[in-house]
């Protein structure tokens, strides 16, 4: 068990019944790798090479980085059209988003995909182990 296990537990409440809406709802899921998975190769690879690898893309593939503010500036706002399910969903968003930025060192959104993106939000733990979240976003 590592010192950062209390975390990854962390992770996985905070993403428990949680969906997160574009044009249509997926699921929020825990990412997380452990430093002796990240180091594991001769070298230690890039960090853009480890978040390739987590997220499954090829190098010649096109990975959008995004700052964890603007992302979830416009994706937590609330809205006036928001049922009471919404609120609660933004609510636990917002726990989500708080402990990522608490947790984590250079923490990133990733998104790869043009029409069904998928998410990912990762950063380091003090530990070195790579976590975050992902899911899939639809724009049409």
Not at 74 to 84: E, F
Request: glycine content about 2%; overall charge negative; charged content about 30%.
């Amino acid at each position: 068990m590592t010192a950062d296990s209390p975390l990854k537990t962390q992770l996985e409440e905070a993403c428990q019944d949680l969906w997160w809406s574009s044009e249509a709802d997926y699921p929020v899921e825990v990412v997380w790798q452990s430093a002796s998975e990240v180091s594991s190769d001769e070298q230690k690879p890039t960090h853009e090479k480890l978040v390739r690898r987590v997220m499954n893309i090829s190098a010649a593939d096109k990975l959008i980085e995004v700052e964890v503010e603007a992302f979830c500036e416009r994706s937590l706002t609330p809205k006036s059209w928001h049922t009471a399910e919404d609120k609660a969903q933004l609510a636990q968003l917002q726990r989500l988003k708080n402990l990522l930025t608490d947790s984590l060192q250079k923490l990133k959104v990733y998104r790869h995909g043009e029409v069904e993106i998928s998410l990912y939000i990762l950063g380091y733990t003090a530990k070195g182990d790579l976590a975050g979240v992902k899911t899939c976003l639809v724009e049409t």
